[in-house]
Each structure stands twice: as structure tokens, then as C-alpha cells.
């Protein structure tokens, strides 16, 4: 027998998520059960395709026709939800694959999270589908819905209401309850939906997969995701690039950003630089828009599909309160929210609208005047429209009660309906819980206006949309290292011999092994104990500094070989490196590392033994341009040192950046370096070089 499944798929993941034909293995009429909960679920939504229920012990359930196995069942169905115990998934999953169905939504628990019988079973359910074709949902997840085509392979009783050509939120979550919370969220805000689908283990399938999908999915304009971990990182940098080419979103909420570092590493930068850290980076960088809160997550989505276009710039705020001005003042300074400021003078499209005793400003306080001349809603917000710069308005007012609104919302209702602005406007009531009519709140947005209860949260989802960056990156040339015959921790002199050709600046030195083989020196020098077995020569008594003549210099050499002996016996030096004393300046680190799932990430912050201490860092993708690098570099808290602090001189921090872009651009070049340890880096009002060098190579 054959399914009759009429649906032209070009791609596999079309059988699970838009199917004609969907067969319930553990069918049930009894309330609460699994299996009952789909059959409702797709019922009481309309779904139009073909049910086969599959149940030994019943001969129908409903009026519909059980069969007695999977064995049973036609052929070629689309999807079949598992709502049976763990012990039956596995033999259920090699039938299907045997009735060449399409796809499998497994709800069971207990596998790859129930200890290694469990993780055994999930890796012979993901043979079996990559062997088949056979997508696999889960396990252990809450299954999918399809608000397009009425679609609920789920347990969780769904209510569908259609998108009805409305852009839609796609969500991809690894946490099936999480999932649900946020499209009630999302649903109670009148958005729509578009899929969701809970990931659970990923056993066949995983988050990269359905964003795949969902890129390409004409009804859907903003992907939501929560997920713990990426398994495979590089599909979904390249998804998240083709969304952003595509015009489309990526939210990203994602628990576990204090996870330990993968492995502790040799250098400064592999333990300044964590996984979550670095994954980040990258995500950013692939255009993707961090969120902190399940909050966060559905304002900036709301923000992102309900308006105009996403925010640029500047924010203009008004209110109507004196308190709410220093207020916002207040919090947009700590959340580094940008209120460009305005005057009289400067604002005259403004001035004109409002009354002589109301100054011009931003925020901006209008007083209770909107209650006496509600039309001076209209026209402030007809000059803020115009203002080029503001990239969004946030409106604080205060509601209090039907008549209150009922007086100040028509005239804002009737300035985003005629003048139709092409920037976010956010609507935020101060006093959450004043009794306003749902007519107004349904109005706004139907007009592309958010609605949201406090304007705190209007301000922390703009910023969260402010930090997406335009997508200027270019592949930058490469920069090729002799690595021949390389391999673990490479000492400084060796590290210094690799990196000075390729205009890494250090200072003038030279690797010896005797005293004697030291010659000529332009003294005061350093000495610095040289083994891939010493990473921080300075913990061992290994660098010795201001030597000042070669009577200095025999002392200093057996000093240093005693240090290190004292603090290591079986430790055997390959020499020394001498090197001219530098001046003093400030000192950076500056590292990079290379992480096997995300590829390279550049560290660049307050340098020196207190690096790890204060740590004053910045994370920076290997292919920002150098003018891109010196602005994240101001934004270090040590920054103020490198401008010019208390008169002193503003240092080059263009050769700072030159540095860090020829690092990014070597570890692209070459993937097996796995770090780089430049500690410290001393820059000067002219120029800059880096003191220490370490690295890493696979």
C-alpha cells in the first residue's frame, strides 16, 4: 500500500513540517494520553490530509481505522508522531524507516540524557534515519506546529490561528516548554506564527536544519531561537548569513553563557576567551541578534516584524513627566543607549509644534499639555518623524484610565495612520495595569506600533537591535606562515622567528645558549628563559630585566638558570633570549584563538600580570577591518590611557589595530595555529611592540 501523499517536496524536511499524511504510533482516546492529545490537535485545527492510527488493542478510536503495527501501515507516509514509551522507539523507528515514511516525531525522554544505554539507542535511531532519508524529530522534544497549514504535531493542545499572509515568527528551540512559552507569548501579542519546532536531543536533526528551512520560507520573516548548544557551528553561521542576505532576522536567546571553557589552555587569551564568548563573536558577527531574557527575546522580535524597518541610530524619546526624563537619562546612560541631544535651535520643525514653555530637548518632556491640546501629540510626532537623527521613537505616557487615553491615543493612532513613518515608533505605558480599552492597544498595532508595558523594555530590546552591525565584511588577503614541522606550545623565540616576518613588531633580540655566544650587546638588555615547558617565564623567576653591562649579564645568566631549576628540576632550557630593555608605555594583551567549532577570534584589552585580573577585554571576529578594530578597542574601560589620559599623549592606536588585523587574517590564513599570546604589547604615542610571544599549534 501506498500513502497518498500529494504533496511535491523538494525538500525532506517538507515531510515533517508540511504533511499530508501523518500516522499517531500509540493512537488513544483516553484524555490525557499522548496520543489522544495529537489526534485532537490535528482535528480540531482542520488538518485535511490522511490519519492512520496505529494501535494493537483497538480496532478504531473515533470512527478511524487503527491498525495493528507500523508493518501495517501504508507506505510513503509523511510524518509519524511516537507517542509511546521509550522501550518501543527504537523497534518503531527501523519499521517506519522499513515503510520508507518521511519523517518521525519522537516525544519519549530518556536518551542521550539518560546515561550511555540511552545514548546508544538515540545514535542507532540516527543510523537508522541517515541510512533511510527519514527526518527524525526529538527525541525527548514537544514536536512542531505549522500555523501556516494548520499543521499540529504536538501534545501540547494547540489552538491554531492562521497566519493569514501576516510576516510570520518562525521558532527553533531546543527545550520544547520553552518553545511553548514563547509562542504564547508571541501569540498574545496578535503576532503571527509561522512554525515552531522543538529540537529536543537533535538524535537526526538539529536547530541548523529548521533554520535552513525557515530562510527559505517565504512566510517567514523573523526566526526566534533558544538553544543551549550548536552542534554544528559552521552550518549555522552559514544560515545566519544567508538570512541576513535574505533580509530576514535571527533572535538568539541562549542559556549557558558562564559554561567552563572547553579545556584550560596554555596562554592568557584561551583562558580569557570562553566558549560562550567566542561562540558569540562569530554569531554577532553572522548577523544575529542576542537576547537575554525570554523577554527580550519576544520584544525584539515584536519590534523586528511589526515595524517598519529596524532601528538605526539615534532614539528619541517624549514623555510627560519631569522624573521620567531624568529617569530614562539615567537608565540610557547605564544600558549605552544612544539619545542624540537637541535644541531649540537646532530643531525647528520641532519648536514650532510645541508651546513656548516647553523646551526642546530628548528626552523630551511635554508636561500634562497633550491633556489640554491632544493634538500636540500629532505634531511632535510629525517633527520626530522627519528627523533623520532618530532611528526610533519610544513614547512614554501616562494612561491612568479610559478617559485619559481616550484623549491622547486617537491623536497618536492618527499621525502613524496618515504620515505612515518609516522608523520603529513604541508606544510604552508607565503605569502597567491602568485600565486601557483593547480597542487602542489592538489599533496601535495594526499600525505598526509595539506595545509594550514599561519603556525600560523598549529601550533594552533598541539596544539589543542598535548592536547589529551593517554587513560590510570582506574576505581579507591571507597571510601565510612557515609552520612546517610545527606542532604544540612554540616558545617565544621560536613564536618571534614566525610572526616578525609578517610585521608583528618585537624588540631587537636575539636567542643564545652560552654567555659567550651572546657578543656584542646595545645594553640594558633582558633575559627571558626560553622552553615550550615554561609558558609564563615570569611565575618561574625566568625573565630578568634592566641588565646593564656584560658583569650584569654572567650574574643574570646563572640567576635565571638557579630561578629556574629552583622552580622546575626536571625543566631543561633550550637558552635565552636577550633583548634590548623597551621604554615605557602601556601595555595591552593581545592574543588569538582559534576554536575548533567556531574557528578564530581575536582578544585585545588591559595588558601585563593584571590582565587576567581586571579583565579589561575585547572579543573581536578575525575579519574586521582595521577602522572596525580601533572602535571597539575605545570602548575598553581602560580606553581613556590610549586617548590621551590627564594631558598625556594619545597613543597610536592605529598601529594597534594594524597588529590585530595581520593576526586575524594569519589565523584565517592558517586554521592549525590554535593560539597566539602576545603579553604584553606596549603601545607609544608612536608605534607599538609586542614584548612576549607564545603559541599554539596543532
Known amino acids: 500500500m501506498t500513502a497518498d501523499s500529494h504533496m511535491t517536496t523538494t525538500n525532506p524536511i517538507d515531510r515533517l513540517l508540511r504533511p499530508r499524511s501523518v500516522a499517531i504510533i500509540g493512537a488513544s482516546d483516553k484524555p490525557g494520553a499522548l496520543g489522544a492529545s495529537v489526534l485532537n490537535n490535528l482535528t480540531r485545527n482542520g488538518f485535511d490530509g490522511e490519519i492512520y492510527l496505529v494501535n494493537p488493542r483497538r480496532d478504531e478510536i473515533n470512527g478511524r481505522r487503527c491498525y495493528p503495527s507500523i508493518t501495517d501501515l501504508p507506505q510513503n507516509i509523511d510524518a509519524a508522531v511516537l507517542a509511546i514509551p521509550r522501550a518501543g522507539v527504537l523497534p518503531a523507528i527501523r519499521d517506519l524507516a522499513a515503510q520508507k515514511t518521511g519523517a518521525a516525531v519522537i516525544f519519549s525522554a530518556g536518551f542521550a540524557e539518560g546515561g550511555p544505554e540511552g545514548m546508544a539507542e538515540q545514535q542507532q535511531i540516527a543510523d537508522i534515519a541517515h541510512a533511510s532519508g527519514m527526518i527524525v524529530e526529538g527525541p525527548n522534544c514537544l514536536g512542531m506546529v505549522n500555523f501556516i497549514d494548520s499543521v499540529p504535531l504536538t ?27 514563547l509562542g504564547t507569548t508571541i501569540a498574545a501579542r496578535d503576532l503571527g506564527l509561522s512554525f515552531s519546532v522543538s529540537t529536543g536531543n537533535e538524535a537526526a536533526s538539529g536547530v541548523e536544519d529548521y533554520v535552513d528551512y525557515l530562510v527559505a520560507d517565504p512566510a517567514t520573516r523573523v526566526i526566534a531561537m533558544i538553544v543551549e548548544q550548536f552542534r554544528k557551528p559552521q552550518r549555522f553561521l552559514a544560515a545566519a548569513r544567508a538570512a541576513r542576505a535574505a533580509g530576514k532576522l535571527i533572535v538568539l536567546l541562549h542559556p549557558g553563557k558562564s559554561a567552563a571553557a572547553r579545556d584550560s589552555a596554555a596562554t592568557h587569551t584561551g583562558a580569557m576567551a570562553g566558549d560562550y564568548a567566542v561562540m558569540r563573536v562569530h554569531v554577532e558577527r553572522a548577523g544575529v541578534v542576542f537576547a537575554e531574557t525570554l523577554e527580550e527575546l519576544a520584544d525584539i522580535a515584536e519590534i523586528a516584524i511589526r515595524c517598519p524597518a529596524l532601528p538605526t541610530g539615534g532614539t528619541a524619546v517624549f514623555g510627560e513627566s519631569g522624573a521620567f526624563k531624568a529617569l530614562t537619562l539615567d537608565l540610557c546612560e547605564d544600558l549605552a543607549v544612544d539619545l542624540p541631544q537637541i535644541h531649540d535651535e537646532d530643531s525647528p520643525t520641532l519648536r514650532a509644534a510645541l508651546p513656548p514653555f516647553v523646551g526642546v530637548s530628548n528626552p523630551l518632556d511635554l508636561t500634562a499639555q497633550g491633556l489640554v491640546e491632544p493634538d500636540l501629540y500629532y505634531r511632535v510626532l ?15 505616557v501616562i494612561q491612568t484610565d479610559p478617559v485619559t487615553t481616550g484623549i491622547k491615543i486617537p491623536p497618536i493612532l492618527r499621525a502613524v495612520s496618515e504620515l505612515k513613518p518609516t522608523k520603529p515608533v513604541i508606544y510604552a505605558g508607565l503605569d502597567e495595569g491602568a485600565d486601557i480599552p483593547a480597542a487602542f492597544i489592538a489599533d496601535l498595532r495594526a499600525q505598526g506600533v509595539p506595545c509594550f508595558p514599561s519603556t525600560e523594555r523598549a529601550f533594552r530590546a533598541l539596544k539589543r537591535l542598535n548592536g547589529l552591525r551593517p554587513d560590510t565584511a570582506t574576505a581579507p588577503a591571507p597571510l601565510p606562515a612557515d609552520l612546517a614541522g610545527l606542532h604544540g606550545v612554540i616558545p617565544e623565540y621560536r613564536a618571534k622567528a614566525i610572526l616578525g616576518p609578517l610585521g608583528i613588531p618585537f624588540p631587537e633580540g636575539r636567542f643564545v645558549t652560552s654567555p659567550e655566544a651572546c657578543g656584542d650587546l646595545t645594553y640594558p638588555v633582558v633575559l627571558k628563559a626560553q622552553s615550550a615547558e615554561l609558558s609564563h617565564k615570569s611565575d618561574a623567576g625566568g625573565v630578568l630585566l634592566n641588565i646593564r653591562d656584560a658583569e650584569q649579564l654572567a650574574t643574570a645568566w646563572k640567576t635565571l638558570y638557579s630561578n629556574v631549576a629552583a622552580y622546575n628540576p626536571a625543566l631543561t632550557l633550550d637558552g635565552v633570549l636577550i633583548e634590548k630593555m623597551g621604554d ?7 592574543g588569538a584563538k582559534t576554536d575548533p567549532d567556531w574557528g578564530p577570534v581575536i582578544l585585545a584589552g588591559l595588558g601585563g600580570v593584571t590582565a587576567e585580573l581586571f579583565h579589561d577585554v575585547r572579543l573581536l571576529a578575525p575579519d574586521l577591518s582595521e577602522a572596525e578594530i580601533t572602535a571597539e578597542l575605545l570602548k575598553l574601560k581602560s580606553a581613556p590611557l590610549l586617548t590621551g589620559f590627564r594631558g598625556s599623549a594619545p597613543l597610536d592606536l592605529a598601529a594597534v589595530s594594524a597588529l590585530i588585523a595581520r593576526l586575524g587574517r594569519l589565523l584565517l590564513t592558517e586554521p592549525s595555529i590554535r593560539e597566539i599570546d602576545l603579553n604584553p604589547v606596549v603601545v607609544y604615542p608612536s608605534g607599538v611592540t609586542a614584548l612576549d610571544a607564545l603559541m599554539l599549534v596543532e
Open 584 to 590: 615605557r608605555g602601556v601595555e595591552l594583551i593581545i
Open 155 to 181: 501534545f501540547v493542545e494547540t489552538n491554531i490561528t492562521p497566519l493569514n499572509n501576516r510576516p510570520g515568527i518562525g521558532i527553533v528551540s531546543q527545550s520544547g516548554a520553552m518553545a511553548c512559552v
Open 382 to 396: 510629525s517633527a520626530l518623524f522627519d528627523d533623520d537623527r532618530f532611528g526610533a521613537i519610544v513614547m512614554g
